[in-house]
């Protein structure tokens, strides 16, 4: 997946649509990675401008300010909300959920680094937790309404309760006790450690009333 936008979406936009969602993905990608590496607060627009190989002014062209660069990829709540799509029958939402997440673990070399570059990247700057808990909210909307059309009806308060219990289990993720949880530990065991955590944390999540 090219940023937010999949091979196949990729491959069927027009040419110069095409140039666009690379030269967007590449600035993304630079971004998050200089700011797992550095901190938010480290790393300039200039310096990720020249990580993804692109001008300041064609940075700007994309993101309007370098807060924006720090939530600009939606993948995570795609692959969360795919994952309860495509669930088999009989398995909860939030077993959907941990399941994708314990994916993601495993397809890291290392996941107690990748939970310190998300702390290093994101957790440690004043300059955007306003913008963390406006991600969490804005997943919540979206996990809300999935579940609504899921049910073919409007949305209801329980299903509002569900979606925060659901957006939970990733969000304690990258909380500091999941730092805490795999500090210091090898990858064969922070691994299993965190996905214990999940499928905990999904059996803790009560279904919607």
Same mark, same amino acid.
């Given at each position: 997946?090219?940023?937010?936008?999949?091979?196949?979406?990729?491959?069927?936009?027009?040419?110069?649509?095409?140039?666009?969602?690379?030269?967007?993905?590449?600035?993304?990608?630079?971004?998050?990675?200089?700011?797992?590496?550095?901190?938010?607060?480290?790393?300039?627009?200039?310096?990720?401008a020249?990580?993804?190989?692109?001008?300041?002014k064609?940075?700007?062209?994309?993101?309007?300010?370098?807060?924006?660069?720090?939530?600009?990829?939606?993948?995570?709540? +795609?692959?969360?909300?795919? !994952?309860?799509? @495509?669930?088999?029958? $009989? &398995?909860?939402?939030?077993? #959907?959920?941990?399941?994708?997440?314990?994916?993601?673990?495993?397809?890291?070399?290392?996941?107690?680094?990748?939970?310190?570059?998300?702390?290093?990247?994101?957790?440690?700057?004043?300059?955007i937790?306003?913008?963390?808990?406006?991600?969490?909210?804005?997943? +919540?909307?979206?996990?809300? !309404?999935?579940? @609504?059309?899921?049910? $073919? &009806?409007?949305?209801?308060? #329980?299903?509002?309760?569900?979606?925060?219990?659901?957006?939970?289990?990733?969000?304690?993720?990258?909380?500091?006790?999941?730092?805490?949880?795999?500090?210091?530990?090898?990858?064969?065991?922070?691994?299993?450690?965190?996905?214990?955590?999940?499928?905990?944390?999904?059996?803790?999540?009560? !279904?919607?009333?």
């Open positions: 997946m090219v940023g937010s936008v999949t091979p196949d979406q990729l491959a069927a936009l027009p040419l110069r649509e095409r140039k666009k969602a690379l030269t967007r993905a590449a600035i993304v990608e630079a971004a998050q990675r200089l700011f797992e590496e550095h901190g938010f607060d480290n790393v300039t627009v200039a310096e990720i020249d990580a993804a190989n692109v001008s300041v064609t940075l700007f062209v994309y993101f309007r300010a370098k807060e924006e660069l720090a939530f600009a990829d939606n993948q995570l709540i +795609e692959e969360i909300i795919g !994952a309860m799509a @495509a669930r088999k029958p $009989g &398995t909860t939402h939030a077993e #959907a959920v941990a399941a994708e997440l314990v994916a993601q673990v495993r397809a890291q070399g290392d996941p107690a680094a990748g939970v310190e570059g998300f702390h290093r990247g994101y957790g440690q700057s004043p300059a937790q306003s913008g963390l808990l406006r991600l969490w909210a804005d997943y +919540e909307d979206r996990v809300t !309404a999935f579940l @609504a059309a899921e049910a $073919g &009806t409007d949305p209801t308060p #329980a299903m509002r309760l569900h979606a925060i219990q659901l957006v939970a289990i990733p969000r304690t993720l990258t909380s500091p006790e999941a730092r805490a949880l795999v500090d210091g530990l090898p990858p064969e065991k922070g691994r299993p450690a965190l996905e214990r955590w999940l499928r905990q944390a999904a059996r803790s999540v009560t !279904a919607p009333g």
